[in-house]
């Protein structure tokens, strides 16, 4: 049904008179009896009845006016939602994996601050999920990563932008540590050591494999575990060692990181949309802000495109 045609129903119930519709919207009253004719046609019922030399809408009408005030007000709130000039509004579902806190929440309160009509849903995942989540609608936008030595298959009905990237360190017992970058023969020394994985993340798992495996030897891994905190209990308590991203490696005493340089490479931040999506303002204001946060944390941070869906 035509917006136009509705809203002159609704006009009909509230000032009872063709010649009123006919003033206020400026139309010519036979205008407003044809389109409320073909209106009529359109519903299938009889919305009019002749009330003397007036009409009066039927229950029919009546139920249908009632109708058009919520549809013209949803469409009257879409238009704004996407008028360029007005307040940004509307959901955004986001998805993050857990270590991206550091970028995610000062970028969250900030637009919080700026932008209040924009409504942030939040859900953890890790990124191999996440990706599935945004290919299926389920998520709008989301901070994924890949190791730089196990880059991802990113799917093509996504639009993917780096922000930046992390480094990666070896979580050891701080008793005859070294801190310095690791060499393949300081961890070929670790070649018996208890080995800590997470069990959610396969291909942290995977990474550690390829690292030892460069090194000349097949890691033991003994403790799956993805609470941080008891992560670095049990490297503390010289249970084990392991990789964590720089931004989640905590200051604990009995624990000491080295950066694992070439061997493990880093940790590649991206965010992660449906192509065609990047054009809601919503979705672009909050790119932007978590790119600004991004620019805060992580290194080698790269210009965010205007046009976030444009070919490169």
Not at 104 to 111: F, T
Not at 188 to 199: F, T, V, Y
Not at 238 to 245: E, Q, S
Not at 247 to 264: I, K, N
Request: proline share 7%.
């Amino acid at each position: 049904m035509d917006f136009t045609r509705l809203r002159l129903l609704v006009e009909l119930e509230r000032l009872g008179t063709m010649a009123a519709v006919s003033e206020v919207t400026g139309m010519s009253t036979s205008a407003v009896s044809k389109h409320l004719a073909v209106l009529e046609r359109e519903a299938g019922v009889p919305l009019l009845a002749p009330d003397g030399r007036r009409v009066r809408l039927t229950p029919a009408g009546r139920r249908l006016a009632e109708h058009a005030v919520d549809i013209l007000a949803r469409v009257e709130a879409a238009r704004a939602e996407f008028d360029g000039d007005a307040e940004p509004v509307g959901r955004v579902d986001l998805v993050m994996y857990t270590s991206a806190a550091p970028v995610v929440l000062p970028a969250l309160r900030r637009l919080r601050h700026d932008h209040p009509g924009i409504d942030i849903h939040l859900t953890e995942y890790e990124s191999e999920q996440a990706l599935t989540l945004l290919q299926n609608g389920d998520a709008d936008l989301g901070v994924v990563y890949q190791y730089s030595v196990l880059p991802r298959n990113f799917p093509g009905t996504l639009t993917v932008h780096p922000i930046g990237t992390e480094g990666l360190l070896l979580s050891q017992p701080s008793a005859g540590a070294d801190s310095r970058t690791l060499t393949r023969r300081r961890l070929r020394d670790l070649a018996g050591a208890a080995w800590i994985a997470s069990p959610y993340r396969g291909d942290e798992e995977a990474l550690v494999q390829r690292m030892c495996a460069d090194a000349g030897f097949t890691p033991r891994i003994v403790h799956r575990i993805d609470n941080l905190e008891l992560f670095e209990e049990l490297v503390a308590a010289g249970m084990g060692v392991g990789v964590v991203p720089r931004l989640s490696a905590a200051t604990r005493r009995g624990v000491a990181h080295a950066p694992l340089g070439e061997l493990g490479g880093v940790r590649q931040v991206y965010l992660a949309g449906r192509t065609g999506g990047w054009a809601w303002r919503p979705i672009r204001l909050l790119a932007r802000y978590l790119h600004q946060a991004a620019e805060d944390v992580l290194d080698d941070v790269p210009p965010l495109p205007e046009a976030p869906d444009a070919p490169g």
